[in-house]
């Protein structure tokens, strides 16, 4: 398999290109684009692609951007924008209609700091707000994790069973800039592992609309059917990863990704790119003797609280870290997952690398000195990185 050398922002929109020709032979591929830093280089490499049956329309604004994909995806169309930090707090009137329609949307977002005050670094705040939307969520540690999430995305995203649009994130900068070698499939592989989009509830030449007025009744019944459907979602991604293995000979990462946290007995559980860090930080404690694993959520929507629960079996102390904070609550992350430990288990929420700062292993490890000296679980903390 032919390996370039791309950034993950370029890596994302050769994905979506790919499966955009996938398509081909049915409604086609439509994306909606509006500029936003750091995911701009996404969106300018989608528009210089030659896509069979395609269109990427230049929008003026993030929420038409997303208007765009609806009208798409509502026709049968494969549709896939990128966005980011304000872009995406300004598209999220049409994120909660894209939810509502069931469309499988693919979105890549280069996570960044929300503002004002302005920041253009990286921080999970843009996405988690859209935690309780109905989008999947799959967080990215790595170039080829990234171009391999989105076209698992897509697949996850329109099978019948879960039929509803994905998140597919990446640390603003720390991934979308940087420069990795990537193996890329060919488009013959990407046909095969992509069945043409096939959207039950998509528009045609009969009158019918989508999103009209409902009864209590009807929205709880749709509320259960996107929930079950989320739900349904792991067990999915199981089945894609066994596709995807067989087609291109590498298997996606899982939605979990545990590191020497069989017998640890503490923990560090983390996303995206703090997760490469944290492996490395427990490579160095276990050659001191210290039994010390980590967990890398990687699907933090569905919850996958069962396997959580097992991992999290046992063990001592919980670090949480969280490139994010709820104000005036914590961590999002450690809201989601302290309750799938057992009573007697530590477990402690450190928000570091909130802004975008450069958290090193130094951090960490002074994180897990402190822990290995508490007695209890204390208040989530704010950590400043230089």
């Not at 960044?112 to 005050?117: E, Q």
């Not at 705040?125 to 790595?142: N, P, V």
């Not at 060919?186 to 007025?213: N, Y």
């Not at 894609?240 to 069989?262: H, K, M, N």
Request: hydrophobic share 40%; charged share 20%.
């Amino acid at each position: 398999m032919p390996v370039e050398l791309i950034s993950a922002n370029h890596a994302a929109a050769l994905a979506a290109t790919l499966a955009g020709r996938a398509n081909r032979t049915a409604r086609g591929f439509c994306s909606g684009v509006y500029p936003i830093t750091p995911s701009t280089e996404c969106m300018e490499y989608l528009c210089g692609q030659e896509i069979e049956k395609g269109k990427v329309v230049r929008a003026d604004s993030e929420h038409n951007a997303m208007g765009i994909c609806i009208g798409a995806s509502a026709s049968g169309a494969r549709s896939f924008t990128t966005t980011c930090s304000n872009g995406l707090a300004y598209m999220i009137e049409n994120c909660v209609a894209a939810a509502g329609y069931r469309l499988p949307i693919v979105m890549s977002v280069a996570n960044r700091t929300l503002g004002p005050p302005w920041n253009i670094w990286a921080d999970h705040g843009d996405s988690l707000m859209m935690r309780d939307l109905g989008w999947l969520q799959l967080y990215s540690a790595d170039n080829q994790e990234v171009f391999d999430t989105v076209l698992c995305a897509f697949k996850l995203a329109e099978d019948p069973r879960v039929m509803m649009p994905a998140l597919t994130c990446m640390d603003g900068f720390i991934l979308s800039h940087t420069m990795a070698q990537v193996e890329v499939p060919s488009q013959e592989q990407v046909d095969r592992f992509l069945p043409p989009t096939d959207i039950p509830q998509r528009l045609d030449k009969s009158a019918h609309t989508l999103g009209q007025m409902e009864t209590p009744h009807q929205s709880v019944v749709h509320r259960m059917q996107h929930h079950q459907a989320m739900l349904t979602a792991q067990q999915v991604y199981a089945e894609i990863q066994d596709s995807f293995e067989e087609v291109f000979g590498r298997r996606p990462a899982d939605p979990l990704v545990t590191y020497r946290a069989e017998d640890a007995e503490t923990l560090i559980v983390s996303m995206g790119t703090l997760g490469v860090t944290a492996e490395r930080v427990v490579d160095q404690l276990r050659e001191q003797g210290q039994a010390v694993g980590s967990v890398r959520v990687r699907m933090f929507r569905p919850v996958l609280d069962g396997d959580l629960r097992k991992i999290f079996a046992g063990k001592k102390r919980i670090a949480v870290l969280d490139r994010d904070v709820s104000i005036g609550f914590g961590g999002v992350l450690w809201g989601e997952v302290r309750g799938f430990a057992e009573p007697a288990t530590i477990v402690q929420n450190y928000m570091v690398g909130v802004g975008g700062g450069d958290v090193r292993p130094e951090h960490m490890l002074t994180l897990l000195a402190e822990l290995e000296q508490s007695h209890e679980s204390g208040a989530p903390q704010i950590v400043e990185v230089a």
